[in-house]
């Protein structure tokens, strides 16, 4: 069987990654654009990114401390890994 808590908690690394390479590049753009629509893409990314960040969190401190919070964890693991594939 898969485990999907992990591969969300990769997946959501992967995504903090490429999130900050999309923000950089926004951020570069809105000083040569300065257009209130860039400014929107980098809140966007910014708030994509403060969510993979809170699935990092939810993993290390529910996942690893206690066996009840693990398995209340795992129910919700293929969310959180569809979430962050899609």
Do not use: E
Request: proline share 0%; hydrophobic share 65%.
């Amino acid at each position: 069987m898969v485990d999907f808590m992990l591969a969300a908690v990769v997946s959501a690394f992967v995504n903090i990654g490429l999130l900050l390479v999309v923000i950089g590049t926004y951020i570069q753009n809105m000083r040569v654009i300065r257009s209130y629509y860039t400014s929107g893409l980098v809140l966007v990314a910014a708030l994509l990114m403060l969510q993979n960040v809170v699935i990092v969190l939810f993993w290390s401190t529910l996942y690893m401390d206690d066996k009840a919070l693990m398995m209340s964890a795992d129910m919700v693991s293929h969310y959180l890994f569809a979430i962050n594939v899609i």
